[in-house]
């Protein structure tokens, strides 16, 4: 086991996976970091992005995470992740048009800040923040799904 790292993907409704591996791959915040079996300490936040999974030399699994935080020690690789998916079950015309809702929406939402004031105002800013988020999150999809069909 001690050529191995423990890698463990949770999601907020359930332990997505536990297993031994040989490398895990993380897109941190400050870019992607890998993970073997004996890694010094490390607290970092996860960017949206896809964890990539080693088995030997090649890649095992691949999972796109919206997001969330690692935790690392010397035995273990722990993701706290907001939503985790397998990167298979994306589709790209799907995430396109998520997308154009999504633009629509914050076109809309920009307009009325600019109509409101108070708390009014504060609750579209607040809601066009969370949009913005999720077309990060989007862009992201379409970028790992980009980068996966080019290899």
Same mark, same amino acid.
């Given at each position: 086991?001690?050529?191995?790292?423990?890698?463990?993907?949770?999601?907020?409704?359930?332990?997505? /996976?536990?297993?031994?591996?040989?490398?895990?791959?993380?897109? $941190?915040? *400050?870019?992607?970091?890998?993970? @073997?079996? $004996?890694?010094?300490? @490390?607290?970092?936040?996860?960017?949206?992005?896809?964890?990539?999974?080693?088995?030997?030399?090649?890649? &095992?699994?691949?999972?796109?995470?919206?997001?969330?935080?690692?935790?690392?020690?010397?035995? =273990?690789?722990?993701?706290?992740?907001?939503?985790?998916?397998? /990167? &298979?079950?994306? *589709?790209?015309?799907?995430?396109?048009?998520?997308? !154009?809702?999504? #633009?629509?929406?914050?076109?809309?939402?920009? #307009?009325?800040?600019? =109509? /409101?004031?108070?708390?009014? =105002?504060?609750?579209? /800013? %607040?809601?066009?923040?969370? %949009?913005?988020?999720?077309? *990060?999150?989007?862009?992201?999809? @379409?970028?790992?799904? !980009? %980068?996966? %069909?080019?290899?």
């Amino acid at each position: 086991m001690a050529d191995k790292v423990q890698f463990e993907l949770v999601s907020p409704e359930k332990l997505l /996976l536990s297993e031994a591996v040989d490398m895990v791959v993380v897109p $941190g915040a *400050d870019g992607n970091f890998g993970v @073997l079996p $004996g890694h010094s300490l @490390l607290i970092s936040t996860v960017r949206p992005g896809v964890i990539d999974v080693y088995e030997g030399n090649q890649i &095992s699994e691949q999972i796109f995470v919206s997001g969330g935080f690692a935790e690392v020690t010397p035995e =273990r690789c722990t993701v706290l992740a907001d939503e985790a998916m397998p /990167l &298979s079950a994306l *589709d790209s015309a799907t995430v396109e048009a998520e997308m !154009r809702n999504l #633009e629509a929406a914050l076109a809309n939402l920009r #307009e009325r800040s600019g =109509r /409101l004031s108070g708390d009014e =105002r504060e609750a579209v /800013l %607040t809601e066009l923040r969370a %949009t913005e988020s999720k077309l *990060d999150v989007g862009q992201a999809k @379409l970028a790992a799904l !980009r %980068t996966t %069909t080019a290899h």
